[in-house]
């Protein structure tokens, strides 16, 4: 295919696009997907194939999607294992991103881009709860937008680790940006259902600023997160939240042979996923098919029913893949996440390197209750952001 002169201005904002749409619209990012890869094919770019050898990431991405594929020979359920197996592929767009020509401001771009998303939805999300706007909430959760929450949550959180870094040194936004944004997440943060990034708060921000800062400052700093964590332990969202969540543990507990509640079918499914995985070690249940396996495990009385609920993951990314693929699929998901951390923490001091270890701090958490590698935004997001070099750039051109 003859390379068609694309700017490079076209191609990077259609590589960040998915990332600003993801927090609005489901069928914008798929749009936005499409136009990448039409965008890409134009470009010439896939051309650059050979540097993905030096990319620690990408081998074992295409041996787990490799092995993905092959699960679906022996699931029982092919409908789910398509998607199970859509969503891993959707790595596939680090592969394009890492044969792009990244420059400095390109890195600004994906990140303002990132950024504005987050606001607008954020705006909207504030709008829409206060019936200013007419359209509903997604599930009807207050101040979520058009957002899955818990996709939602973890994101915020993303999004204020690299708030503080930029706030520190004012590199892709001004200083007063960094503030006001700062602000907007963490006041959303804290009035949304969002058990899942109020955690991930909790326990990464205090890893960043030990990191970031030194001296006075980061005891400064310190201080101020353990306002906001007051902050957080004031808000009536977050105590019902908790206090739901202790009833919660508290029914499961006294029951353990039928539960309905959120955190009681998490504890369920990570219990089947555990089960199925020690029942098939080496090759799993098969790709998509943990909803059937489980439904037979409850049958057999080993695993706590859930009342007309269909459970399609262990709520726990590495059970998940470990039920369905086995020890090779989780062997294969965890060397592709080291291989990406390992490589942002040893550039943890270029603005990119903390961007991307930061985002992936998160969902190595997020993905400890929730099965964030099946879930769509959170695959596309994962994939986009492993792609941005890691290695000092700048402003070529």
Excluded at 29 to 34: N, R, W
Excluded at 52 to 81: E, R, V
Excluded at 182 to 195: D, K
Aim: proline share 4%; glycine share 10%.
């Amino acid at each position: 295919m003859k390379k068609i002169n694309i700017p490079d201005f076209l191609v990077f904002t259609l590589y960040a696009l998915p990332m600003f749409l993801s927090p609005l619209s489901t069928a914008g990012t798929g749009i936005s997907l499409g136009l990448l890869l039409l965008g890409y094919a134009l470009s010439g770019h896939w051309r650059n194939w050979r540097v993905l050898h030096t990319k620690p990431w990408a081998l074992p991405f295409l041996l787990l999607f490799g092995w993905t594929l092959m699960g679906l020979i022996w699931t029982s359920d092919m409908a789910s294992g398509l998607k199970v197996a859509e969503a891993t592929g959707y790595g596939l767009f680090a592969l394009i991103g890492a044969t792009l020509p990244w420059q400095e401001r390109w890195v600004k771009l994906f990140i303002r881009l990132f950024l504005a998303g987050l606001a607008l939805n954020a705006v909207l999300a504030f709008l829409m709860t206060w019936k200013i706007l007419p359209w509903q909430n997604t599930d009807n959760l207050p101040y979520t937008g058009f957002s899955d929450h818990i996709f939602l949550s973890l994101v915020l959180v993303q999004a204020l680790l690299w708030l503080l870094w930029d706030f520190h040194n004012s590199w892709a936004i001004p200083k007063w940006s960094a503030a006001l944004l700062g602000l907007l997440f963490f006041v959303q943060l804290i009035i949304t259902p969002a058990r899942s990034g109020q955690l991930a708060f909790i326990l990464v921000m205090p890893i960043a600023i030990w990191l970031l800062y030194r001296g006075r400052w980061k005891y400064w700093a310190l201080v101020i997160l353990c306002l906001g964590v007051i902050g957080l332990g004031m808000s009536p969202v977050v105590q019902s939240r908790v206090e739901l969540g202790i009833a919660n543990v508290e029914q499961f507990i006294a029951n353990q042979n039928s539960t309905t509640t959120s955190l009681g079918i998490r504890i369920a499914t990570m219990e089947a996923g555990w089960e199925m995985l020690v029942e098939h070690p080496l090759m799993g249940v098969g790709t998509g098919d943990f909803s059937g396996a489980m439904k037979g495990l409850q049958n057999a009385g080993q695993v706590t029913n859930t009342p007309g609920i269909t459970n399609t993951s262990a709520a726990n990314s590495y059970l998940s893949e470990a039920a369905v693929l086995g020890f090779p699929g989780l062997f294969l998901l965890l060397w592709m996440m080291l291989a990406a951390t390992i490589e942002s923490w040893k550039n943890r001091k270029q603005p990119q390197g903390w961007f991307v270890f930061m985002y992936l701090a998160v969902f190595w958490l997020g993905g400890i209750y929730n099965t964030l590698n099946w879930g769509y935004d959170n695959a596309i997001g994962w994939a986009l952001v492993i792609a941005i070099p890691m290695a000092a750039i700048g402003n070529r051109k």
